[in-house]
């Protein structure tokens, strides 16, 4: 298959026009200002008139806007009325001036501060694009379909402001990976040499029997007979999905001599075309959506790190996996809310001798060639079910409709209703999960998938499972495979895996889509989650010590700030393959007022 079509020069550049910059750069303000003053970066000061002011790190100008204060220290911030002053005299508000004006009290040093624009500007294009795309409303996308919804959002994380870097694209091939451009990927299939390549699969799951059901007989043969014709036996080799970009851009230059040796060789594109999903390296099936997602490596820098898969790590991931899945599947508090952890069911990685000689752990040379296959959704639905990613909650399209608006008028419910049943759906099985088996996910929107039935959340599948999970007990039997990912934290710290991840990095933002929109006020809200708790607990007597010393009620908790971690490293913010370490890196500055302890 050739590569991606190249559109004339001009076409590329469409969506970048005055006014969509224009309204981008806006909206990419207020995310800086609320953002940042969230995490106590910014310090904004209220004025006579209600309106509050930033200054700049020079005092020369000022960045005026109105805006409401809510729990959890959210700000709300009215993108229309932000203003910028130079010396008293108004100028255009300009995104990129914005951080250079800052760089001081944002902590952007010389290095650090044109890679940090550079990925502003990235996700400024990308928010240029999506307003170019004539947007489906978020009525619309609450009945469209899994992938539909999936290319449809238009934010990614909630908290970061440079959320879609994605340094490494051109032009081009942003039109033809990006996840919101919706276009069909085919992926590139080479044979790596057995001796170099590490294979692992999950319980019941064999090399074979997987290709067996990725291919279908006449591909394999294919494959075959291409090997054969240079003289090689296919079975010396394991085939291997790899990212089209990496391919281009990585493995065809840095693996160059893997490929003149033949220890890889290349064999086409995939037969079935695939869609990339928010996290730009994970493929759905598009033309087989029963069949696995494939996660590969990408050396694209995204949102603080880059984004390639170690092939260490994958020698594990499927053994961690069936782990996790046999703790959930044998629950039967868990299984009978429905809750599921689609399994990383197979992996595979390359080792290259030289690098692996040289490079220290963590480095993105041990992250260029690995990929693993994931449980589809697909085949765990019912009928009149559909999915959708939990990061939909938190979409707002251009005309200021929500998603989790339109899903509440479509199912009929008060919102409030609403809320309890998918609070039952997503966070009762957090809370099981943490205080039964001290097993924490890393369950922010993107990485969870609602089941839906008439807009009512049902029941919810994790993923990325191996990379983002956590034991936070120091004494409880565990396989050899889990040791390292076992953490011996504080009391406080293992809170704060809720406070942080669920609380504050995801309910703060729904709390106030709903009350912004009349749909249901913050307090009602707040009192809502504080119930699922209450429920959950009294569902739970034999832990009632464990509620007790790890207290969800508590009058306030620590700030952790993600925004921090990525100003001072935005090429690697943490080390994921080391928990204890990124435990011990989280950036934290002052505490939060827990607006579930009135509700005590």
């Known amino acids: 298959m050739p590569l991606p079509h190249h559109a004339p020069g001009h076409e590329i550049v469409a969506h ?24 106590r970066i910014l310090r904004p000061e209220r004025g006579d008139d209600g309106r509050y002011s930033v200054r700049t790190d ?30 008293g005299q108004p100028a255009p508000l300009n995104p990129l001036d914005f951080f250079v004006e800052f ?66 694209f051109d032009g081009h091939e942003y039109h033809a990976y990006a996840p919101e451009a919706g276009a069909p990927v085919r992926l590139v299939w080479l044979a ?10 999950g319980a019941g799951l064999d090399y074979d029997t997987l290709m067996s059901e990725e291919f279908d007989p006449g591909t394999l043969r294919r494959h075959a007979d291409r090997m054969a014709e240079l003289g090689l036996d296919l079975d010396d080799y394991y085939l291997f999905p790899v990212h089209p970009w990496q391919w281009v851009n990585k493995l065809t230059v840095t693996f160059a001599a893997e490929i003149a040796r033949r220890h890889l060789v290349f064999l086409g594109h995939s037969d079935d075309a695939y869609r990339a999903q928010q996290s730009i390296r994970t493929f759905f099936n598009a033309d087989a959506p029963g069949k696995h997602y494939v996660k590969t490596a990408i050396s694209v820098l995204n949102m603080g790190f880059v984004r390639g898969l170690s092939a260490a790590y994958m020698d594990r991931t499927p053994a961690i996996n069936d782990w996790v899945a046999e703790v959930v599947g044998g629950d039967a508090f868990l299984t009978g809310n429905g809750f599921r952890v689609l399994r990383e069911r197979a992996s595979i990685g390359y080792h ?37 990613t939990m990061a939909a909650l938190l979409h707002v399209d251009p005309w200021g409709g929500s998603f989790a608006g339109a899903l509440i008028e479509q199912s009929g419910l008060p919102a409030a209703e609403w809320l309890r049943r998918y609070l039952d759906a997503y966070l009762t099985p957090l809370l099981h999960c943490l205080y039964a088996y001290d097993l924490v996910f890393m369950p922010h929107g993107e990485n969870v998938i609602m089941v839906l039935k008439d807009g009512v959340p049902q029941r919810v599948f994790m993923k990325d499972i191996a990379e983002e999970i956590a034991v936070m007990n120091a004494e409880v039997p565990l396989p050899p495979v889990m040791e390292a990912l076992r953490l011996d934290i504080s009391d406080d710290l293992w809170t704060l895996t809720l406070f942080t991840d669920v609380f504050d990095c995801f309910f703060r933002f729904l709390a106030a889509i709903l009350d912004e929109r009349g749909l249901l006020d913050e307090h009602d809200f707040w009192a809502t989650v504080a119930a699922c708790v209450t429920d959950y607990q009294k569902s739970a007597p034999h832990l009632a010590e464990k509620f007790a ?15 921090r971690l990525q100003l001072r490293d935005n090429q690697q913010m943490i080390n994921v393959q080391d928990p204890a370490q990124a435990a011990e890196a989280l950036q934290m500055v002052g505490t939060l007022e827990n607006p579930l302890a009135r509700f005590a």
């Open 16 to 39: 970048l026009t005055p006014e969509h910059w224009d309204r981008a750069g806006r909206m990419l303000i207020r995310k800086a200002i609320a953002e940042f003053s969230h995490e």
């Open 58 to 87: 020079d005092g020369t100008v000022a960045y005026r806007f109105a805006a409401r204060r809510m729990a959890l220290d959210h700000w709300q911030v009215d993108a229309d009325s932000i203003t910028r002053e130079r010396e």
């Open 103 to 168: 760089r001081d009290t944002l902590g952007l040093g010389e290095q650090i501060l044109p890679v940090y624009l550079e990925e502003i500007s990235s996700t400024l294009a990308g928010a240029a694009y999506k307003l170019a795309a004539s947007p489906r409303t978020s009525a619309e996308l609450a009945r469209a379909d899994f992938q539909t919804v999936e290319a449809g959002m238009t934010e990614g994380h909630p908290c970061f402001v440079a959320n879609n870097g994605r340094i490494g």
């Open 192 to 201: 790596a040499r057995r001796d170099l390549a590490t294979f692992r699969a």
């Open 352 to 388: 290259h001798t030289q690098y692996e000689a040289i490079a220290k752990k963590g480095s993105p040379y041990l992250k260029m060639l690995a990929a693993l296959w994931r449980e589809s959704p697909v085949p765990y639905l019912g009928e009149g079910e559909r999915l959708a």
């Open 549 to 563: 010393r790890l207290d969800l009620f508590v009058d306030r908790f620590a700030l952790s700030c993600l925004n």
